[in-house]
């Protein structure tokens, strides 16, 4: 992770130096967003695991320095679509952890299906404000991050809808006790490092 953080920044400086704004402007901006989730979970006294950190600092690498700073969406044709659909998955457990959290981790108060729909909420509504983001880059910097445009963007939220349903079932089947498989086991990595969040959460944390 550091690697990648020195590599933006010094990418960023030489660009500015240069005087390659976009180059400069992608750069540090990939810097700020990969820098946003240590910076947060300090401010809240959160405990992000490593696998958490590394995903998050790869995807904002992979999406905005490599997609358009190396213009991969136009490269590979399958990386737009892996990306969407993998930050909606994350994000949608994301919600999922934070909706949990305001049970205190009590299994028997939370109720699965609820908390699966704020799951795939979170996950569609991250979605659809990214949609956004690359309109307002578009429109105001000239860059061409929708592609074809409406066709983009509705193939995009519906790989948000999808990712955003495997992250909702995953954690109904984790409040229902049932084998939530490799993302299961991500939501009893961050459950059991910040266990004082989930106090009443005793059955997987032994």
Known sequence: MLI??????????ISLGLARWSLAFVSL???SLALVPPLLAARWSLTLPLPFLLFTTLFCFASIFLGEAFDFYERLWWWDLALHGSSAVGFGLM??????MLFEGDRFAAPP???????FCVAMTVGAT????????DAGLGMNMQKSGLSD???DLILNAFGGLIASVT????LRQSP?????????????VNSRLYRKYKNRLK
């Open 4 to 13: 990648i953080w020195t590599l933006l920044l010094l990418t960023g400086l």
């Open 29 to 31: 901006t990939t810097l």
């Open 95 to 100: 919600g999922f952890l934070f909706a949990f």
């Open 113 to 119: 299906s609820a908390i699966a729909l704020i799951s």
């Open 130 to 137: 990214w949609e956004i983001f690359e309109f307002t880059m």
């Open 153 to 155: 963007t509705m193939g």
């Open 171 to 174: 954690g109904y089947l984790y």
């Open 180 to 192: 939530a498989g490799l993302l299961g086991r991500g939501l009893s990595q961050f459950i059991k």
